[in-house]
């Protein structure tokens, strides 16, 4: 039976401005049967920094692709029921 997994993934550290910057995905694996793969769906969730002098953080990155689906459904189903008030009425 397949699994679905939630998976955070880190790419390869990149050297900027004496500071070493490692990028942060999450991932969403769901295995389809009779296709290698899958469906596989990324997205973007953090920048872990470590500077030269040993500090770390993670700076949040906002999914903005995923704010703007979001706000087009919403106002698709305004939309379906601004319609269905209008329809009602006449």
């Given at each position: 039976?397949?699994?679905?997994?939630?998976?955070?993934?880190?790419?390869?550290?990149?050297?900027?401005?004496?500071?070493?910057?490692?990028?942060?995905?999450?991932?969403?694996?769901?295995?389809?049967?009779g296709i290698a793969g899958g469906?596989?769906?990324?997205?973007?969730?953090?920048?872990?920094?470590?500077?030269?002098?040993?500090?770390?953080?993670?700076?949040?990155?906002?999914?903005?692709?995923?704010?703007?689906?979001?706000?087009?459904?919403?106002?698709?189903?305004?939309?379906?029921?601004?319609?269905?008030?209008?329809?009602?009425?006449?």
């Amino acid at each position: 039976m397949p699994q679905i997994r939630f998976e955070i993934q880190r790419g390869t550290p990149v050297a900027a401005g004496g500071s070493q910057v490692t990028p942060v995905t999450k991932t969403l694996c769901i295995p389809l049967p009779g296709i290698a793969g899958g469906l596989i769906w990324n997205r973007p969730f953090a920048v872990e920094v470590r500077t030269a002098e040993g500090e770390e953080w993670s700076l949040p990155v906002p999914d903005v692709t995923r704010q703007a689906q979001i706000a087009l459904l919403v106002m698709g189903l305004i939309g379906v029921l601004l319609i269905g008030l209008v329809s009602r009425k006449r």
